[in-house]
């Protein structure tokens, strides 16, 4: 397998791939400009409801489950589904996983497993990526965790410092970060009536809360509230993010990455193709297709691509076998996933399912392989300690290891 | 040290008479605050004194009804100052039972519906067995041992919920032991071994989970095991029939961790914190600030056969429940020690239902409803309340609730109702003299906002 990373520019990767084998890596980071440094920044393209491999990145034409699903050839080294030409042409800026397997079928588990690297635990929560990666970079007037279109987990035992900023409507969120500003007053007349009961507590908590009073009142002084609005953005550059909903908040996104947001998800439902999966998931890569390919390509052409991990992902795979209801249902085995950006090999395909698409043919990832890959990225180490509320001690990820395709470290 | 060998008697007989004549509960009162007392001459600590009536009936009112107290209610108790007359009232009140409800709603399941649940159905069902009288150590044998469908049966939610972890959640709920750690390895500071987790996963491999037209039922498969070979519990008994759950729960509502569990959560929910804090945590390296104080109260709690009402009421008579709130010169001794009040968050349901009366709009449940998962906020929907006073809010939280409209007709009654007025409505006090100062040059919408989003009205103290 070719990879065209190593080709271009040997040099630079055997560069950084050293600097990321040591714990210091990140004192390098400032002074990258280009070429492929640690990442700062987070791109997530969350497909909600678990999106189906065979028909989008691991395409079996001419197989019984390969459905009409037709292929086409993209800029890396392997071919994609046809329905998503416009990524086809990306291809060499991003890697895929197609080795990668999970057992949690249920949406809730896969959903936070795939979203923490850990499962399920109630009375053991965990911290978001985003959450963990607000925590893990240097603090900012803008909120650091941002979804859109969706809710994201949470900050577990790193604090409500590191909650997800959720936008299920960006321009109400506008308006509400507006009404701050218009009410300045107001809230200095609080912190005014509110000074006698606070210089009197004693209490962790009534001061996390007065901070987080102030906090939103310089919130509305930044320009976070501004990269929220599209307004500015003409009609070609909204054509080319196809008009949509979904294509709307990814220009969002690509907004708040720029104002200095560091992990940003944007969320596309309709993915829990139970039925009718055809249809379904060829309306989705319409509306996935262009702002995804708009996106690299506009990362790529600014140059923060070069520090910001994107990601393409969602519950779980779905069965290569086509259900009575012409649909798939969950397949937790293979889990597909799109990666690339900052400091990861692109181009490349990792790891293959066999012909038609019922497991994976040799060498296999775990969920927590992934988020060593993406820390290490990032320059975490993935077996970094923590303690939980409750004194526990633990780590970044839980026993993951790099996988060595995508990234030459540790 | 917790517990290992198996103590029916100490509890199942309560042998705990009560002294001869005069009030139960005054006298379960005193005993309590009698060994705070010792302990506080011991360490020489000066505890502070009673607080006033009016933070008492805040504080009282958002402990037992869920709210802050109506203009109505504030008159009415500056007129009779009776602490335990009001105390008696609001425990025979409807919004006790409901209040408590969702309390525990709260921290045994938590706020959303995961896992195909009805949160709320479990809800009524608690408010229920209060209403009834029925007893913590019998609800939780209903708990434990619940079949039938999510729909039907609100008890069977919560093994529903906890599907995944049945036996963590419940040592962790209902004896307040974590067997977390033991998932994987043995406890590394106390007695419970990886063994110990697998036989209690063993009482519930009974279950069986199925969706029948979306709603989950569960059932038990019959288990069919000799003598030997079934599961002990962590005292180290074994069960005596196939019935594992049945088995079960006789074990937990019957060993003593259970009732020291009941004791000290009850005792949090009202002090702000545990005997044993955080509550969810009983163990070796974390013992009970005062040990003779854990055994007092478990004994009122037993001699009480595990009913809700009497505990409360008689923490709630205490001293120690209605001292000021501990100041910026308080000991953490003393307030560890529960000689200082600790102050603590409002919970989502308190905090909707407060600014619902504080800016007089009608209680429409599905609105209230609405508000209450917005308060909760969509990150945490998921997460786990055993702690109750964790504070949770985010700044978009925050942003969210100084967003609302405070409405036209709190802005109406704002501007025609005098300062003194507006800060009993939202405060439960008058405004001191400099407050008037500082208010005197702003518009009174103005004010309603800045006290409706400040710490004071945000925080129980």
């Not at chain 2, 999510?150 to 709920?173: D, E, I, M, W």
């Not at chain 2, 405070?406 to 939202?426: C, F, V």
Request: net charge negative; hydrophobic share 35%; with cysteine.
């Amino acid at each position: 397998m070719i990879n065209r990373r190593q080709l271009i520019g040997g040099s630079v990767g055997g560069f950084f791939a050293f600097a990321a084998r040591n714990r210091f890596a990140h004192l390098f980071g400032d002074t990258v400009a280009s070429g492929n440094g640690l990442a700062k920044r987070c791109l997530v393209l969350w497909m909600e409801g678990g999106p189906s491999q065979i028909d989008t990145f691991d395409p079996k034409p001419g197989t019984e489950n390969g459905g009409p699903t037709e292929t086409i050839g993209t800029s890396g080294d392997f071919q994609i589904s046809g329905l998503l030409p416009t990524v086809a042409q990306q291809m060499h800026n991003l890697s895929l996983i197609r080795n990668l397997t999970s057992d949690e079928g249920d949406h809730l588990r896969a959903r936070y497993h795939l979203h923490t690297g850990f499962k399920f635990v109630p009375s053991f929560p965990r911290p978001a990526l985003g959450s963990l990666i607000s925590h893990e970079t240097p603090a900012a007037v803008v909120p650091k965790y941002v979804t859109l279109g969706g809710s994201g987990f949470g900050p577990a035992y790193l604090g409500s410092d590191h909650a997800p900023f959720t936008i299920e409507n960006t321009q109400q969120a506008r308006t509400l970060l507006e009404n701050v500003r218009r009410r300045g007053k107001r809230l200095s007349l609080l912190r005014e009536l509110d000074e006698p009961f606070n210089s009197r507590q004693n209490d962790h908590r009534v001061n996390t809360r007065r901070a987080l009073l102030e906090k939103i009142e310089s919130l509305a002084a930044t320009k976070f509230a501004d990269s929220l609005s599209i307004e500015g953005i003409s009609n070609s550059e909204r054509a080319r993010y196809g008009n949509s909903q979904f294509g709307s908040r990814c220009l969002v996104a690509r907004n708040l990455l720029e104002a200095g947001v560091n992990f940003v998800e944007v969320q596309l439902g309709g993915w829990d193709t139970h039925a009718n999966n055809f249809a379904s998931v060829k309306r989705n890569c319409e509306q996935l297709d262009r702002p995804f390919g708009a996106l690299v390509e506009d990362l790529k052409s600014s140059g923060l691509y070069d520090d910001t991990l994107i990601i393409w992902m969602g519950e779980f795979g779905r069965t290569p076998a086509i259900n009575g209801r012409m649909g798939r249902d969950h397949f937790p085995s293979i889990t597909p996933v799109v990666i690339g950006g900052g400091p990861i090999n692109t181009g490349l395909a990792v790891g293959q399912s066999n012909a038609n698409g019922t497991q994976i043919d040799g060498n296999s990832y775990q969920v927590a392989d992934l988020f060593a890959t993406i820390l290490s990225a990032f320059g975490i180490a993935p077996d970094k300690e923590f303690t939980t509320d409750f004194d526990s001690p633990t780590h970044a990820t839980e026993e993951g290891t790099v996988i060595s395709e995508l990234l030459e470290s540790v | 040290m917790i517990f290992r060998s198996f103590d029916f008697s100490a509890l199942i007989v309560a042998a705990f008479v009560a002294a001869a004549g005069g009030d139960n509960f005054t006298t379960h009162s005193q005993r309590i605050d009698l060994v705070l007392q010792q302990r506080h001459e011991a360490e020489g600590i000066t505890p502070l004194p009673r607080c006033n009536d009016l933070t008492f009936l805040r504080r009282v009112s958002l402990d037992l009804l869920g709210r802050i107290p109506t203009s109505e209610e504030i008159t009415q108790f500056e007129l009779n100052p009776d602490r335990a007359a009001i105390i008696d009232s609001m425990l025979e009140s409807d919004e006790f039972e409901r209040f408590v409800s969702e309390v525990w709603t709260g921290w045994l399941l938590g706020y959303s519906n995961a896992f195909n649940t009805d949160r709320e159905l479990f809800r009524i069902w608690i408010e229920r067995e209060i209403a009834n009288d029925v007893n913590f150590q019998e609800m939780t044998r209903k708990i434990i041992t619940a079949d039938g469908s999510v729909a039907a049966k609100g008890q069977v939610n919560f093994l529903a919920r906890h599907r995944y972890n049945p036996a963590v959640t419940v040592s962790r709920s209902f004896l307040g032991v974590r067997l977390e750690c033991a998932q994987c390895h043995d406890h590394p500071f106390d007695r419970w071994t990886q063994d110990d987790y697998r036989q209690m996963r063993r009482f519930f491999s009974t279950m069986r989970f199925s969706n029948r037209d979306g709603t989950i039922m569960l059932q038990d498969r019959n288990a069919n095991n000799r003598p030997g070979n079934r599961p002990t519990f962590l005292t180290g008994s074994e069960a005596l029939t196939n019935r594992y759950r049945e088995e079960l729960a006789l074990y937990v509502t019957n060993c003593k961790p259970f009732g020291r569990n009941f004791a000290n959560r009850i005792w949090y929910q009202l002090m702000g914190r545990g005997i044993v804090d955080p509550p969810d945590d009983h163990n070796q390296e974390n013992p009970p600030c005062d040990r003779k104080l854990l055994d007092q109260v478990t004994e009122i709690a037993v001699t009480e056969n595990f009913q809700v009402k009497p505990l409360i009421r008689a923490i709630c008579k205490t001293e120690a429940y209605q001292r000021q709130s501990a100041d910026s010169t308080t000991s953490a001794t003393a307030i560890n020690l529960f000689a200082a009040r600790q102050i603590k968050p409002l919970l989502p349901e308190q905090y909707v239902d407060s600014l619902l009366i504080a800016t007089e709009q009608p209680l429409d449940s599905r609105r209230r409803r609405q508000m209450i998962r917005r308060a909760v906020g969509q990150q945490n929907l998921n997460e786990d309340f055993q702690r109750t006073w964790d504070y949770r809010e985010t700044v978009q939280q925050l942003l969210e609730k100084t967003n609302v409209e405070i409405g036209k007709q709190t802005s109406q009654s704002a501007r025609e109702e005098s300062l003194e007025q507006l800060y009993m409505r939202i405060l439960t006090r008058r405004p001191t003299s400099e407050e008037r100062m500082a208010c005197q040059d702003h518009d009174k919408t103005d004010v309603a906002f800045a006290l409706l989003f400040g710490n004071e009205f945000f925080f129980n103290h």
